[in-house]
């Protein structure tokens, strides 16, 4: 294997690990803040640093699009040009294909689509999405392959979990292996557990480095997810860093993560703080709600982030009003310090054995919500 | 006088001097960056001070409107609501009333107008502008005058500077005095030397903290300006600040420093930010234009900023062309950050009495523009 995984302690099915890449370490469970177009949204990346977040996400089909690869690739590399020295993953670019509803065609070989930006026509292959990703320099490349509609019958999953098998082979014969330089698998199947084994067996025929868990969050629902991962992640090699794709709200991290995931990525923290959503330890809030006008107190007054140490409730709440780029980005900041500051707590929720007493409380404090008395 | 201002050097009419108010010091000549709505937009504030910037500019009419001044007062005032610990000026509210044509309605006592958020009905007079401005909390208070609109007869320009000098008045038997605290105010008269004059004298008569010349940069061009400026910053007290409002360009600030002006303010840099237009040592440059995209240089080798000193070319305009937040947060840094040098680079120049060589080497790289080759 390519890259270093240690995994220190568990609590139940969670594991608390360690992954060793070429632009260095990262805690886990860990949660990827998402860098779509090169950029966390709304955040310098020396902000993105300070949340504590050790990995970002970037998005082959974005980039491949605009700027493009080899252009990202002669400026020196993904890393260097959006100005992030710690690791990156970079997806496939599968996912954001298949969400190209009408607008992308599927054959034995690849994708055909056109760009949501020109209307100019792509194409995107096994071979292609893992030399962009090299192109990136992604520390964690991501097999491509293609993310089952949800729901889908027993045969349509098998068909295109299948096909995903064969893109994984692909991907891994495409991949150079280089040290700190990882390669993940996705395995796919739907929700039938049959298929989500079958997966998980032809991921470990091919070796990877890690493994993902795709075709979920797909509008299938946290009880039917989370129905999913009492199995899926046992399927995957216990040895190995298992990454739940696209996830989720914080009460989906806590769940994944006590059913064996160790990774998640998802666009929430960062949309919601373009939205005037706030992610609390007393759950979410709405801060463009009236209610919050002449609040004197910090968002969230356990939160050592810029947004709840400078300032009132009040003025975050004058800054969404007044459609202030300030709003923007210190809700931000603020949702992905939460969400970082939560991964840390199950860290330490883990190594203390105490996960299950952890996640009494977090559940406890979330339903608290946005009403308490001024 | 309730507030220091020493005069340490001067070079021709250009004076290097050191305000001291109740929030800190003010190296003059100073450029105040323009904190609208209680935050200069797409900025934090410790980026602020991170760009040399000691004072900000607040506006009156804008915050009366939201979040409302009685609101901030109950919230500690402007410098907590917002986070800045250092000097803010406060405008009166004349100029942006002024700038509501159609929509606001003038007697001889003050003014009444349409809010632009909601249309609701609002009044401001010299008494309540000062009020506000007490409520916000301002180290610097400006007089409630009327901005004699351009052109206007010699007639029109003596009748509208009239009814400003009877509002300074008023402005200053309403303004409480408090150690640190000051009240500046507004020279009117149109481009006419004798009603500048005239101004100048009823205001000396009234006795203020800091003279403002009011009136210009509404259309007159940069050669009427310095034609006015060229009697009308000498008709001012020469042992008190001289504020210039609402100006400029990189060459109008030079140019008005060289006619004995210490202080400015304009949306110009932060606005420009925001709509890819970068302010350069070789002069202004476009972001968005292509030919950017893959340039591997800083946008100014010679700044210090973030933006300069983290990104390409290329990056910065692929930010722009992405409609990505951070692209407007960067390049308004990288605006101020400039504003701040060149005003730091006139202070130095002004002390080693060479502001005419300074303004020489300005004037020849400006000309430089956008166009030397990769």
Redesign the interface.
Known sequence: MTIGFEISATDGKARRGRMSLAHGVVDTPAFMPVGT???V??????SVAETGAQILLGNTYHLML??GAE?IA???GLHR???WDKPILTDSGGYQVYSLAGRRKLDADGVTFQSHIDGSRHRLTPERSIEIQHLLGADITMAFDECTPFPATHDQAAGSMRLSMRWAGRSRAAFADRDGHALFGIQQGSTFEDLRAESAEALRGIGFDGYAIGGLAVGEGQEMMFGVLNYAADQLPADRPRYLMGVGKPSDLLGAVMRGVDMFDCVLPTRSG?TAQAFTRRGTVNMRNARH??D?RPLDADCAC?ACT???R??LH??I??D???G???LTGHNVWYYQDLMAGMRAAIEARGLEAFAATFHETQALGDIEPL
Not at 41 to 46: I, W
């Open positions: 177009a090169a950029t949204k709304a955040m310098r990346p020396e605009r700027p252009r002669e400026l020196g040009f959006m100005n373009r006008g002449a004197s810029p400078g300032y009132s009040a003025y004058h800054l009003r007044s202030e780029i300030l923007a980005m210190l």
